[in-house]
């Protein structure tokens, strides 16, 4: 409980959600050097304060440790944040066609109006994409590109004219480029089953300079300290590359100006050649390499492009090649003489099932004996695996994928096959280490109360449900996943996770009470207090003041300025404390549309090299 460190910070009048099964609750914690130095009831913590020492009364709030996702694309999502205007959590299409039209008026050219990802069609009550017509009426000048999740990219006229899309433009492999009676491009990209021409298309446009680039990403890591985000293990991405792509986060780690935990996995870059980057990678750095704020975590998720399917539900489940076990042995031997934990993208059961033969086979050579190695998403995987993979001693990282296209899973496989996509409850029974993310931000939106939603009540943004009660956790399990679960996939077991004495001091003071107020309205939940490492990274509400300064970001026309990140209705919700907008850079009063900070999304990338995964099969910044 004591210690002869100086208390920097104490917080009281709280109510405390622990984790730390000795100490579930609390009232209080007193905070030196970066780590909770006592947790319990207010009086016997605050006997510990001097002159010097701030004291913040939480007026009863519910706090919880701060979250972790184990899956999340923050590195590469953050160079492009500012440029992107965000539907995560619009409620209709009208609204979204508002917001779209808004950010045309202000985007000078020849910059474009990006929707990249992060909502699904299903969210909004039309149930219905925007048409064509309705998008080249909101932008006939400025180019407009929205991204569908992995299915399709809609492009008004100017965008098709900024890409150079013609009558005579061939359809590339796995691609459609839809075209009318007269040959000419409509503007609707498919994917089929190849994403590459939605990327390929997206690269065209204009990037952010570098200075940007670095604002861009200080506003990223805001909106993920907005939802009470400490913490993130970055699984790497097509078109990042190690160590070049990863100048910008390493500068503000230097400066002192991250805001989140970063633990960072190497993904290989070319198909053919990923033996070359895993043996160059495992004598320039090691596991751990790092501090507490940035640090190297291993391999993945890509290993070997031959191991790797894809979650385009409305497509048919891809076979993976015959050499795919020759391909992931020779890389997996290398990772494993090493001591390099690693994580391998599988969405299906099938390809888990080749993969698990390798790592037996590998296992039996080179024994694994301990390492953390893990399957990220396992939508599909069978008890027979769970069983495979809990006697190797791994892990399964699960993500919130199927709240986005749950629907389009039961379209093609029924309503049976979708009670176990994935079975996490099942998988936490047999012993394997499961830990939740949210696999943004391509796809799936970073938001993490979302994901929570979706683990305690299996229903998708369009309200379906999907799981029996058999496959759901109660709202502490849950909690657990996206907190003290998310340190074995980091090796940072004890460290951080908990609100107990000796670990990080990273928290988040909510805005309503996750364990009391309904369920609809989880999906409603932001901090409106977030600490990491003992220091204040984001407030609101009554704690607006103590937010620190941040400059508005970087274009001024960019729609961080002006709509934020993901929209949350808390002025239609009467429970929940409605945001202040004060010194927040929305440029806007209203508490339903003006308060959403950050965004999330990817750098623009260099899409067109068709050895790059998949190549002629798949997708080269898939994740």
Known sequence: MMSSSKIQLILRNGQFTTLDRQHPQAAAVAIADGRFIAVGGDSEVMRLADSNTQVIDLNRRRVIPGLIDSHLHLIRGGLNFNLELRWDGIPSLADAMRRLKEQVARTPAPQWVRVVGGFTEMQFAEKRLPTLDEINAAAPDTPVFILHLYDRALLNRAALRACGYDRNTPNPPGGLIAKDANGEPTGLLLAEPNALILYAALAQGPKLPYD?????????????????????????????????????????????????????????????????????????????????????????????????????????????????????????????????????????????????????????????????????????????????????????????????????????????????????????????????????????SYDPWNALYWLVTGKTLGNLPLYPAANLVDRETALRLYTHANTWFSNEEGVKGQIKPGQYADLAVLSADYFKIPENEIRHLVSVLTVVGGRIVYGDDEFNALSPPLPPAMPDWSPVNHFGGYFKPTANTASLHAFAQTACGCGTSCLVHGHAHGRAYQNAIAAGDQNSFWGALGCSCWV
């Open 212 to 444: 940007y680039q670095i604002n861009s990403t200080r506003h990223f890591m805001r909106e993920m300290n907005r939802l009470g985000i400490t913490s993130v293990i970055d699984a790497g991405g097509g078109f990042q590359n190690y160590p070049d792509d990863y100048k910008i986060i390493e500068e503000l780690h230097q400066a002192g100006e991250l805001t989140l935990r970063i633990a960072y996995n190497l993904f290989t870059q070319k198909a053919g050649e990923e033996v070359t980057d895993f043996a160059k990678w495992t004598k320039m750095i090691k596991p751990g390499d790092g501090d507490g704020y940035y640090r190297h975590n291993g391999a993945g998720e890509m290993l070997v492009f031959s191991a790797a399917d894809f979650e385009d539900f409305r497509m048919p489940r891809p076979d993976m090649s015959p050499h795919m076990e020759n391909d992931l042995e020779a890389v997996v031997r290398i990772l494993v003489s090493h001591r390099w934990p690693f994580r391998l993208h599988a969405t299906y059961n099938e390809t888990i099932s080749r993969s698990l033969d390798v790592f037996e086979k590998v296992n039996r050579d080179i024994p694994f004996d301990g390492i953390h190695w893990f399957f990220d998403h396992a939508e599909t995987v069978t008890d027979a695996n769970l069983e495979r993979i809990a006697k190797l001693g791994g892990g399964i990282a699960i993500q919130h994928r199927m709240a986005y296209q749950g629907e389009y899973f039961v379209q093609r496989y029924g309503h049976k096959a979708v009670e176990r996509t994935p079975p996490y409850k099942r998988m936490l029974e047999l012993g394997v280490n499961v830990g939740a993310g949210t696999d943004a931000t391509r796809v799936a």
